[in-house]
C-alpha cells in the first residue's frame, strides 16, 4: 500500500497538459500538511484557476504569451480542501494542502 504522500506524487502527472509534465510539480510531506509547488513562469495571479472537492485538485493557467498549462491532482479525501492556502511567488505556485483529520471510516448505524 502507498503512503499518503506516494499516493498523492503518483498522481501529480494525472491530467497533466504541461510539456514538462510531472517535473513542474514537487509535492512535500509534513506532519500536517502536504506542499505542493507548481512551476508556472510567465503566469500572473489573475492567470491561475484553482478548483478543488474531496477527489481532485485541479490547477489551469493560461494567457496569451504563455498559453495554457493544466494539472490535476488526485486528493482521494487525504486533504481538508476547504483549508488549502495558494500563494504565486517568482513563477511558483505554492498550495498548502492540510491533511484531512477523518483518517478511520466512520462507523454508520442502521436505523
Known sequence: MNTLLEQLI??????????HHQSNISIKNSENEFIAEVILPGFSKQDISILADDKILEI???NDNRGKESFKIR??????TKDIHSKLENGIL????PKNSHKDRLSITVG
Open 10 to 19: 503518483d498522481s501529480a502527472s494525472y491530467g497533466c497538459t504541461s510539456k
Open 60 to 62: 489551469d493557467a493560461q
Open 75 to 80: 486528493l482521494n479525501g487525504l486533504v481538508s
Open 94 to 97: 505554492k498550495l498548502s494542502l
